[in-house]
């Protein structure tokens, strides 16, 4: 992952120089004596923010009267701090940039607790700042007193806890710096009120010093061109990529590294759009829900190249039996990350953008022609395409495909609109049924898993990408958990577009009830759908908030809806698509078990075994070292020599 650097400080002034050639210095002007809140607005202008989203209250009310005279920050009210939180997720996501969320202490605080845990999970840029209660008041249960520091602990790169009005612009500098660099992730900034309130100088921090944090950026030649050597031997290669592609800002060097090997690529749940979908070397999603060549790819693979990749259960399903043939290459900025649930042959901790050029030039420079070798490879994978080909079957209730729909979303609104989707079927289904070509398109909650995430996430992407169309997808019970940013958007001019996927149920789990409890429904029906109360009407809300609704409910009314949606652009438009509650998501891959069962659909596995060729992979087969005597290093060493670095 690439590191955006944090802003310089204000230039220091130069000695002057007098007419006769006589120098004199200019004596530096006093530091200005302003509010800790007001050194607050201060830093984030220096920083570059622009944006924030937050909710006022009584420990972080000193910062919201400097941010009434802001000239460069514009401050976003949100209807809760949770969907403060996801926006400041779905700006940094669709940007690139550090999102901001303010709060205040107590259950303001902890409301942002889901968003932070969000962050941390999908490694997403996120700067928190909450108000304490007085310094004196700290453990004495005042009123609105939780510690947030204590409570974030497990889930963000660092927290800040800060009682002194003049350690306020190195705390949020310093926060900007860990969020945006090495991994990135959510930081933390605590301040108690007192230091709001006090009168200092203000000084901007000349150096940051942060002892014991040193993001990993420079790579380790000889693991590079262990690498590239690997690749070059390798008969059934796979680019397994990850969502570090996209936060490092590498598709580029990835589609060069891609063109150059020959290799087919697979692109996880939260890579989509980090390599196009129209390029003929891109398998899919792997994964619970991915495409069968993807799946079967990786199964079958004798190298495995990931990239910003963690080897997550969902990716993997039983570690023990995951690609059972392959070597491993596993190239991450976190050296957390790497041997954590397979270990490497060749691990290479660093930023992937520089990694991947770098391993592109070395594999330029072996000389190495893959094409050939790879060419039963491709027949192979070529047959399962035309075998397994990603599609559904249409309803027979005679209610919409939710499948057709997504897809007619993203056909209809092209390559250049921002997806955020909420989690469930409905995620599933913008993961495969959407063509994704450029990254920053998709955004989800793929770790946490959060319910709630679209339409703030899309609201903040919004805010960040202001020209492009920007869609929620959603399903019924996500869209009931943060709907209420709706009057965020549409009182702020922010107009996004919301599908909400209505199948009057909690439709994944329902999914799980149908195949794992014997079609018992404890508990999933949620009455917004056809047939049913309709409690609430989306229509109904969407208008009481001041937006566009509209309901779909045959199939020849769903490009005319989405037309009218991209065609509205004075508010936020939420159309309330009536789909079946029978539809499911495949392929699938049971959890816990090893992908070889990966089911096309219900009761359709591929028969893989029989196809499968021989792996012809010597377990005792060790890499030779290249000419000049370099070989590769361990996991362990990998790891010591980058942190010495």
């Known amino acids: 992952m690439s590191s955006p650097t944090t802003p310089s400080p204000s230039p220091v002034r130069a000695p002057a120089r007098a007419a006769g050639g006589e120098q004199h210095t200019t004596r530096a002007p006093e530091p200005e004596l302003i509010t800790g809140a007001e050194a607050v607005v201060r830093t984030l202008e220096l920083l570059g923010v622009t944006d924030v989203f937050g909710l006022p209250g009584g420990a972080i009310l000193p910062v919201y009267d400097p941010l009434l005279s802001a000239e460069t920050l514009r401050h976003i009210l949100v209807r809760h701090e949770q969907g403060a939180g996801h926006a400041a997720e779905g700006y ?16 303001g605080a902890t409301n942002l607790v889901t968003a932070i845990a969000d962050a941390y999970m999908d490694s997403v840029p996120l700067l928190a700042i909450t108000g304490q209660v007085f310094s004196t008041l700290m453990g004495t249960d005042a009123f609105q007193e939780a510690d947030i520091v204590g409570i974030t602990m497990p889930i963000t790169k660092h927290s800040f806890l800060v009682k002194q009005a003049a350690d306020i612009p190195l705390a949020i500098a310093s926060a900007y710096h860990i969020a945006s660099t090495g991994r990135p992730g959510p930081v933390l900034v605590d301040i108690t009120k007192d230091a709001q309130q006090e009168v200092v100088p203000f000084v901007w921090p000349v150096k940051l010093d942060l002892p014991g944090y040193r993001p990993i950026a420079k790579v380790h030649g000889k693991q590079v061109q262990a690498a590239a050597q690997l690749l070059a031997r390798a008969k059934r290669p796979v680019l397994y990529v990850g969502g570090g592609v996209v936060r490092a800002h590498a598709d580029a060097e990835l589609l060069e590294v891609a063109d150059l090997t020959g290799a087919p690529v697979v692109t996880t749940l939260m890579a989509r759009g980090a390599f196009p979908d129209s390029h003929p070397s891109n398998l899919g999603m792997p994964g619970m829900h991915g495409t069968v060549p993807a799946v079967l790819a990786l199964q079958e693979a004798d190298l495995l190249v990931a990239v910003g990749a963690r080897f997550d259960d969902r990716v993997t399903g039983k570690a023990s039996l995951f690609a059972p043939d392959a070597k491993v290459v596993h190239i991450d900025i976190d050296p957390a990350e790497i041997g954590k649930i397979r270990t490497a042959e060749v691990p290479i901790v660093g930023d992937a953008k520089e990694v991947l050029g770098d391993l592109a030039t070395a594999f330029r420079e072996l000389g190495a022609q893959p094409a050939q070798p790879y060419a039963a490879w491709w027949d192979r994978i070529r047959s399962l395409q035309e075998q397994y080909p990603l599609g559904y079957t249409p309803t027979s209730d005679g209610l919409l495909s939710p499948q057709h729909v997504i897809t007619r979303i993203g056909e209809l609104s092209g390559p250049e609109a921002v997806y955020a989707s909420g989690v469930g079927q409905h995620q599933m289904w913008a993961a495969q049924f959407i063509r994704y070509e450029r990254p920053n398109a998709w955004l989800n909650s793929g770790g946490a898993g959060t319910m709630g995430y679209a339409v703030p996430a899309a609201m903040g992407a919004k805010v960040a990408q202001p020209d492009r169309v920007v869609w929620a997808i959603d399903g019924d019970g996500c869209f009931q958990m943060t709907n209420q940013e709706l009057a965020t958007c549409v009182i702020n ?15 994944m789990v329902r999914q799980w009830q149908t195949l794992f409890y014997d079609g018992r429904y404890s508990n ?18 969407a208008d009481a908030y001041g937006a566009l609704g509209i309901r779909v409910e045959r199939e020849d009314q769903v490009d005319d809806a989405i037309r009218l949606a991209l065609e509205t652009n004075d508010r936020p438009v939420v159309i309330d698509f009536v789909v079946s509650a029978d539809a499911m998501v495949w392929p699938m891959v049971p959890q816990g078990v090893s992908n070889s069962g990966v089911q096309y659909a219900r009761d ?6 029989d196809e499968a060729p021989e792996s012809g992979v010597d377990p005792d087969f060790v890499l030779p070292a290249p000419e000049g005597g370099v070989e590769p290093v361990s996991e362990a060493d990998a790891i010591a020599e980058a942190e010495e670095r």
């Not at 940094?92 to 259950?107: D, K, Q």
């Not at 999933?524 to 809300?541: E, I, Q, Y």
């Not at 359709?604 to 075994?609: I, Q």
């Open 92 to 107: 940094a996501a669709a940007s690139g940039r550090v999102g901001v969320a303010i709060a205040t202490s107590g259950p």
């Open 493 to 507: 001019d922010i107009p996004i577009k919301v599908a909400v996927i209505n199948n009057s149920s909690l439709g």
């Open 524 to 541: 999933t029906h949620l009455n917004t759908g056809a047939g049913s109360a309709r409690v609430p009407d989306f229509v109904k809300l």
């Open 604 to 609: 359709h596995a591929p028969s893989w075994d």
